[in-house]
């Protein structure tokens, strides 16, 4: 290939148009860039675009994850379950309340938690699961629920708000899968929390920043939480600065020694602008990943599958598993593409792979199939900012180099 001829393919960069721009502009025009009142439209228009009676933005989905784990009373002595195929952000936040995690590995073959082996996790101290809308495509709920329901007998809650569920409560780690449906129901309505991302790589994207939504079917007293998010995010203090505002309503107080990771409306700005386009967007990301999927399921190349019957993806990511192949084979072909202008990646290193988790005692050997499928696995450009040419070139570049590096 001649060097005039090598593009430059970024792996997921952002979406942003004058658009964004504009209204990123017109914000800090206002004078109001911090928590105000362009947040609180993001929240409305998140929640209803779900379908959830309210939603709250933070700064990130981490934020949301940790802080709902909080707001819960999970903590030391308790358990949280987890897959092992994962981000750090996923685990790390069950750490940070003190709480046990527990691994549980994927099923064969599969980026999903093995749901047969998620029962013998749950014990007496198990208080919540955090199941991954891995790629953008919802999870099996009805096996999660399933087994959550058989083990319902072993949870003791700790609190009034435990006592509501009244067994394991299921969070999901939703950071790719805003969006996403799943037999008539959007990625928010299933999980008892849903914890989003909004960040730079994501298919809506507030430069950083986060939400999580709760079922409207749990008797749970939307007004109270919302509140317990606002004053977790916002050092306990009894009234943000938007409330602060009002005539004479300087006086505050701090209910206890909380946190600092609200949205702004900077970030809030932004997202309204990318929701207003996320439909366009999503479609997008689906004729792409047909493409991909056109060219590499015949030749025996296996991806997760997005769409189907009863299940539509948000489409974040496209995730290959080349066959035949194993790390050092597979990272020759990142670094070939690369070369190439084609910047790919692997979702996920497993966690027992990673040195924070061998510190905690976690063996890769207890995950065997996390690992094979991270081994052969390459995460490919997803984002609309592709044009048909730029994906025909990934793909050209691809197979010219699979089929070669049977002979490294």
């Given at each position: 290939m001649k060097k005039a001829d090598v593009r430059n393919i970024q792996f997921s960069p952002p979406d942003i148009t004058d658009l964004e721009i504009a209204e990123v502009v017109n914000v800090m025009n206002s004078g109001w860039i911090t928590t105000g009142p362009k947040t609180k439209e993001f929240e409305r228009r998140i929640a209803e675009y779900v379908g959830t009676n309210m939603a709250v933005c933070l700064n990130?989905?981490?934020?949301?994850?940790?802080?709902?784990?909080?707001?819960?009373?999970?903590?030391?002595?308790?358990?949280?379950?987890?897959?092992?195929?994962?981000?750090?952000?996923?685990?790390?936040?069950?750490?940070?309340?003190?709480?046990?995690?527990?691994?549980?590995?994927?099923?064969?073959?599969?980026?999903?938690?093995?749901?047969?082996?998620?029962?013998?996790?749950?014990?007496?101290?198990?208080?919540?699961?955090?199941?991954?809308?891995?790629?953008?495509?919802?999870?099996?709920?009805?096996?999660?629920?399933e087994v959550v329901e058989s083990k319902k007998e072993l949870f003791t809650p700790k609190n009034k708000l435990q006592s509501l569920f009244n067994r394991v409560i299921i969070m999901t780690d939703a950071a790719h899968a805003f969006g996403a449906e799943r037999k008539g129901k959007k990625c928010g309505q299933v999980a008892d929390f849903t914890c989003y991302s909004f960040h730079a790589v994501k298919n809506l994207t507030t430069a950083e920043g986060g939400a999580v939504v709760w079922r409207n079917d749990l008797q749970l007293d939307d007004e109270w939480l919302y509140k317990q998010y606002m004053l977790y995010s916002?050092?306990?203090?009894?009234?943000?600065?938007?409330?602060?505002?009002?005539?004479?309503?300087?006086?505050?107080?701090?209910?206890?020694?909380?946190?600092?990771?609200?949205?702004?409306?900077?970030?809030?700005?932004?997202?309204?602008?990318?929701?207003?386009?996320?439909?366009?967007?999503?479609?997008?990301?689906?004729?792409?990943?047909?493409?991909?999927?056109?060219?590499?399921?015949?030749?025996?190349?296996?991806?997760?599958?997005?769409?189907?019957?009863?299940?539509?993806?948000?489409?974040?990511?496209?995730?290959?598993?080349?066959?035949?192949?194993?790390?050092?084979?597979?990272?020759?072909?990142?670094?070939?593409?690369?070369?190439?202008?084609?910047?790919?990646?692997?979702?996920?290193?497993?966690?027992?792979?990673?040195?924070?988790?061998?510190?905690?005692?976690?063996?890769?050997?207890?995950?065997?199939?996390?690992?094979?499928?991270?081994?052969n696995e390459i995460t490919l450009p997803l984002h609309t900012l592709l044009s048909d040419g730029d994906v025909e070139y990934v793909l050209e570049n691809l197979l010219e180099i699979i089929r070669g590096i049977e002979f490294v």
């Open positions: 990130s989905a981490t934020a949301a994850m940790e802080l709902t784990l909080r707001i819960l009373g999970i903590g030391p002595g308790d358990e949280v379950i987890t897959s092992a195929y994962t981000y750090t952000a996923t685990a790390s936040i069950i750490d940070h309340v003190g709480a046990k995690i527990v691994l549980v590995d994927t099923a064969t073959d599969s980026f999903e938690m093995d749901y047969s082996k998620l029962a013998n996790a749950i014990t007496e101290k198990t208080k919540a699961i955090i199941p991954i809308d891995i790629a953008g495509k919802m999870c099996d709920y009805d096996a999660l629920y916002l050092h306990g203090q009894s009234k943000d600065a938007l409330a602060k505002t009002q005539i004479g309503a300087w006086e505050y107080d701090i209910i206890y020694p909380a946190y600092k990771c609200n949205m702004t409306d900077i970030m809030a700005g932004l997202g309204l602008i990318q929701l207003n386009r996320f439909e366009a967007l999503k479609k997008r990301r689906k004729e792409i990943i047909e493409m991909y999927d056109k060219a590499l399921t015949p030749l025996g190349i296996q991806s997760l599958q997005h769409y189907g019957d009863n299940f539509s993806s948000a489409g974040h990511l496209y995730l290959a598993r080349i066959p035949g192949i194993d790390e050092y084979k597979r990272n020759i072909i990142i670094v070939r593409m690369a070369k190439a202008g084609v910047t790919c990646n692997v979702h996920y290193k497993p966690l027992p792979l990673l040195t924070a988790y061998m510190n905690l005692g976690f063996d890769i050997k207890d995950y065997p199939n996390a690992f094979n499928v991270y081994k």
